[in-house]
């Protein structure tokens, strides 16, 4: 009856670069600058996502190359010396990954993202095998919806089955993402509720509501 939130299925990007425990640095290398990627998952058997290896994780082979010594200051520094010696995607990668479910919603993988400050999350099927890699500018698709296409939705799967004519009267305006209700309604207690269903619309940035109560006699 009602829209249903986006999930990451719906924005991922489906087609994905990824490596072998065994392949090796320079090959992770010409693969990121290839396909324009900061980070590749690492995958074996059929799919199955065990680490990810990013440019991070490439970078102390050219700091310790400009300063030999300073690996040894510290332990966070140490563990830059055994990646800057590392040769494959096993010795380089984090592990384990940091992933997210094809049918999570787009917030909850940005709140991943946040949480572990990543810029990129591998896919995960429900076997937990890779089905794609979701970006933060793929979290950002759903707002070029446009204005009329989120109206239409929000007529058609919300305002005419909780307000419907002719009890209540309401207009659905969108502007840049945000939708504004307007009109008289019989029920005003359904406005939380309307809320609600409005704002897991895909595209939709805020609503807002300018409905009265009509105490007019019904017939």
Known sequence: MYGTRPTVSDVMTQTVAAVGRRTPFK???????DWQISA???IEGEGRVVGVVSEADLLPE???????????????????????????AEELMSSPAVTVRANATLAEAARVMARQEVKRLPV?????????????ADLLKIFLRGDE????????????HLFPPPSSAVRVEVEDGVVTLTGRIRDTALVP??????????GVVDVRFDLARDTAPQR
């Open 27 to 33: 090959e992770i290398v010409q693969l990121m600058q």
């Open 40 to 42: 590749l998952p690492v």
């Open 62 to 88: 050219e700091e310790l190359r400009d300063d030999p010594d300073a690996g040894y200051l510290s332990l966070r520094r140490t563990i830059d010396v055994a990646k800057a010696s590392a040769l494959t």
């Open 124 to 136: 995960v099927d429900g076997a937990g095998l890779l089905a794609g890699i979701v970006s933060r």
């Open 149 to 160: 296409e989120i109206a239409e939705e929000v007529r058609r799967e919300i305002a005419s």
């Open 193 to 202: 509720t309307a809320a609600r269903l409005v704002r897991a619309v895909e």
